[in-house]
């Protein structure tokens, strides 16, 4: 991917969480937190596909505002989980994820955990 095209990809992805937060559908806090997640991300995917990583960083906004309200999330299943272990991606994945979370200043549920590591699964493979 050209070097525009990562920045564009950059640039829309920051610009997505700009836009959560200033219609107050997230805070200013979890909008920092994803704009450095964002950064990480395209650290370790810099040809990330605009639409997956779109989708992760909206999911993991919004699981962070889920997280200090309180919401509940439904469960991905056990099956989704266990296919998902045997994506050749998934162990790169799980190591990006532990980095994710080891930087939050919540912990997630782990209903939460599992929808995000489907979205970095497939941001990674994409």
């Known amino acids: 991917m050209r070097k525009e095209g990562i920045l564009e ?19 200013q806090e979890d909008a920092d937190i994803c704009e450095d997640i964002i950064d990480a991300l395209m650290r370790e995917k810099e040809n ?13 906004a919004m699981a962070l505002k889920r997280t200090r309200t309180g919401e509940k999330e439904e469960p991905i299943t056990a099956e989704i989980l266990e296919a998902l272990k045997e994506e050749p991606v998934y162990e790169r994945a799980e190591v990006f994820f532990e980095k994710v979370m080891g930087t939050l200043p919540v912990g997630f549920p782990d209903t939460e955990k599992g929808f995000i590591l489907v979205h970095i699964c497939n941001v990674l493979a994409g």
């Open 48 to 60: 990330a596909d605009e639409e997956k990583a779109g989708i992760f960083i909206t999911h993991l």
């Open 9 to 27: 990809v950059k640039e829309s992805l920051h610009e997505r969480i700009k836009i959560l937060c200033s219609a107050d559908i997230i805070s």
